[in-house]
């Protein structure tokens, strides 16, 4: 059984209708079109009556429930995707440990464009669809404009939701690449080996692998949105030179920074 399973949803009707979804698979949906008269969306942890639907991004554990109700006012479509518990994301990141809770968010205009490049390789059967629809969660669940940017938050342990958020500005406040283990240890007053051990059991991932995933975002959102050369935007995240980089982006998305770039426009 494939662990990805992708539709493009389009709603012809504007008649007012009910939705409900709670299944064994994760769902993300983007909303690439569409405005509503009225509706609301609802899960145990949001409730939102958000009109402008073209932006609109849901993402929902498997196992949660989300329902609700809508009258379109135009035509609406969204490219929905089922993701299996074992879904593999870029960088090895665990599906589970990144949406660990649903969550929203509104004005996504930036990930509307990826997702309609994921349905023209969807229309071609391009051998691209299947590592892009894997860059392009990777991305929604990492992006740094949301909650679900930083490692999700436990309640306790030694790198509990304070912790992690100093984690998260410290790693914010410096350039790209020039933040080291040692130095996020240093933040929390802990030693580098008892910090790897804690953060490896609480989020699935080595400190590492969450740094080298958090540049390659940056380097991801440089390329979607510069002219800038491989060189300068391997400099500026911090590798030591453009094929190191193209290196790593490839192992982390499936594609090198150039396909992705041309995949992009």
């Known amino acids: 059984m494939e662990t990805c399973a992708v539709e493009l949803v389009t709603a012809k009707s504007l008649n007012r209708h009910r939705f409900f979804y709670e299944g064994d698979r994760a769902l993300i949906a983007i909303g690439l079109s569409g405005e509503r008269r009225g509706g609301e ?10 009109r402008a639907l073209g932006g609109y991004v849901m993402a929902l554990p498997a196992g949660e429930r989300l329902d609700g109700w809508s009258e379109p006012a135009t035509r609406c479509s969204w490219l929905i995707l089922y993701l299996r518990e074992d879904y593999q994301l870029a960088g090895g990141l665990s599906l589970s440990t990144l949406l660990n809770r649903p969550y929203m968010r509104t004005n996504a205009f930036e990930l509307v464009s990826l997702a309609r490049r994921a349905q023209m ?5 391009s051998d691209y669809l299947t590592p892009y629809l894997q860059s392009l969660v990777t991305m929604i669940l990492l992006d740094e404009d949301d909650d679900a940017a930083a490692p999700p ?36 007053d802990m030693s580098p ?11 699935g991932v080595t400190p590492h692998q969450y740094l080298l995933t958090r ?6 959102s440089l390329l979607r949105t510069t002219d800038h050369s491989l060189t300068r935007i391997a400099m500026e995240t911090g590798f030591a030179s453009s094929s190191h980089f193209s ?3 490839r192992a982390e ?3 090198t920074p150039s396909q992705y770039r041309l995949a992009r426009r």
């Open 215 to 220: 540049r390659l975002a940056a380097a991801g």
């Open 41 to 50: 969306t609802r899960t145990r942890h949001f409730q939102s009556s958000h």
């Open 153 to 188: 938050d436990p309640t306790d342990g030694p790198l509990g939701k304070s912790r992690i958020e100093r984690i998260k500005r410290h790693v914010d406040a410096q350039p790209p690449g020039t933040v080291t283990v040692s130095d996020l240890a240093s933040e929390l």
């Open 253 to 255: 998305f499936g594609l």
């Open 247 to 249: 290196a790593a982006f």
């Open 193 to 203: 080996d008892g910090f790897i051990r804690a953060f490896r059991r609480t989020y």
């Open 121 to 125: 390789f969807m229309a071609r059967g």
